[in-house]
């Protein structure tokens, strides 16, 4: 039986696992169910290929890799991006629970420092700004002090009576703020002053927000969305066209982001059992090439160079990219299909190698995305609307529009790209129009397998003025 670990607080385990985030445990033995977002399951190849290694979490699974390395492999270097596909498979059977069990007996030999939380402080008094007017000195005690203090800057050298007409104005009606439009983007008025203050961890508007909103308190660092409102509305501020978004640690996080990885993954193993050969002559050419694209690696800055693979472990993903991968996905449900049969893959365990009596192509029909190529977009959506669920309204300031647009839903917002390990999004106004002609595609090829899907994509981009091709 499994040791209960019940004498473990989470406030203990969270450090044990050095993560900020709260960690799911079984009610009965308390041990950890999920952890940073991995289940015990997952297998370690996919975060050791990711590039997010700046958490602590990160960080320390890679020394648990070094160890992996030097009990499979001495001679190999422990410098993991150096790494071969090849190599990179002594890790495919060791699992996140592995590294959890190994923190745990760092634990218990006491090799990991535990801090036991102090009492709370006593809540410091408020800051006497100096203001005769309260309410400005109360506004900037809802402020993080950082950003309280250029605040103070602002309001110390503005008209009184300025900002008298102005501060708590509002109550809680968020749509109200669009109302300023005018005089927050005219540059040199006390509003377009207080707007463009931003602080590490605060952007544009929000000190704005906590000025013009009666009791508006800002979250800063700390908190999950920008602006708390007196009744407890949550508000999230983006200035810009396409932004950061959402409160995961990076892309890793994000269930579709795994799947591309694992897509991947057994890519680069089936194509290395079938040889690149054999494997261009099952497949068709536009398959071949794009099956390619996927594995290629280098500069993925460069407009000349695809390096997808290498884009995909960086976690740079212009529209571009995330379309030829989409695109993958449906064309090889659709060499899937062709090479259908009745026998079963199976695969060796210890030299990963697939098995059956049919086309070896099946294995990637394993795949979620290659099974149901539509659910890549669909899971896209869903992670977007997840990040909705700590806030209530995302306001859009839009300085070129000199317009402020205010969502209490994601149904006027899309992801846009992947950049820095995160997902960006944009407002869906900005896509003059939304392209389906991968699924208009699949719901014509469905209804006739006959037709050559490659070849009805490209006439549809064709028709609609679209334009293909593989580079940035």
Not at 5 to 26: A, E, H, V
Not at 174 to 182: G, K, T
Not at 342 to 365: A, D, E, F, H, M
Request: charged residues 30%; aromatic residues 12%.
């Amino acid at each position: 039986m499994k040791e209960n670990l019940g004498f473990l607080n989470d406030d203990i385990m969270k450090q044990i696992m050095d993560t900020p985030d709260s960690i799911p445990r079984d009610k009965i033995l308390r041990r950890p169910l999920i952890v940073n977002g991995n289940k015990p399951n997952d297998t370690l190849t996919f975060s050791l290929l990711s590039i997010d290694k700046k958490s602590h979490y990160n960080k320390n699974l890679f020394e648990f890799a070094k160890n992996i390395i030097m009990y499979e492999n001495p001679d190999l270097d422990l410098d993991i991006n150096n790494f071969s596909d090849e190599d990179l498979e002594i890790f495919d059977k060791y699992t996140h629970a592995d590294y959890w069990e190994y923190r745990l007996l760092l634990y218990k030999e006491g090799n990991i420092s535990i801090k036991i939380k102090k009492k709370e402080k006593k809540e410091e008094p408020p800051i006497n700004w100096g203001f005769s007017d309260s309410s400005i000195n109360n506004y900037l005690n809802n402020l993080p002090v950082h950003l309280a203090n250029k605040a103070y800057e602002v309001l110390n050298k503005a008209d009184f009576h300025d900002v008298s007409s102005y501060i708590g104005l509002e109550d809680n009606d968020v749509y109200a703020f669009n109302n300023y439009s005018d005089e927050i983007f005219k540059k040199g008025t006390l509003l377009n002053q207080l707007y463009l203050i931003t602080d590490s961890g605060a952007g544009k508007g929000e000190a704005l927000k906590a000025f013009l909103y009666k009791g508006c308190i800002i979250n800063g660092v700390a908190g999950r969305f920008d602006a708390l409102l007196n009744n407890g509305i949550r508000c999230e501020l983006k200035a810009g066209k396409s932004v950061r978004f959402g409160t995961k640690a990076g892309v890793l996080q994000y269930k579709f982001y795994k799947n591309i990885l694992r897509t991947r993954h057994t890519l680069k193993l089936l194509m290395k059992q079938i040889t690149e050969e054999k494997f261009k002559e099952l497949v068709s050419w536009e398959f071949y090439d794009l099956s390619k694209q996927m594995l290629s690696k280098g500069d993925y800055t460069s407009k000349t160079e695809s390096a997808l693979s290498s884009a995909i472990d960086a976690a740079e993903l212009t529209p571009n990219r995330l379309n030829l991968i989409e695109l993958w996905f449906f064309l090889a449900h659709t060499e899937v299909y062709k090479n259908n049969h009745p026998y079963k893959i199976q695969q060796n365990v210890l030299t990963k190698k697939y098995k059956s009596r049919g086309s070896l192509i099946k294995v990637l029909g394993s795949l979620k995305y290659v099974k149901y190529p539509l659910k890549f977009k669909e899971d896209i959506k869903n992670e977007v609307k997840k990040c909705f669920r700590d806030i209530d309204y995302l306001i859009f300031l839009d300085e070129k529009e000199k317009e402020i647009r205010v969502y209490d839903s994601p149904e006027g917002v899309m992801m846009d790209l992947i950049s820095q390990n995160g997902i960006k999004i944009t407002e869906t106004r900005y896509k003059k129009q939304i392209d389906t002609t991968k699924e208009d595609t699949f719901k014509q090829w469905q209804i006739n397998k006959s037709i050559n899907y490659y070849e009805l994509y490209n006439s549809l981009c064709l028709d609609t003025n679209k334009k293909i091709g593989n580079k940035e």
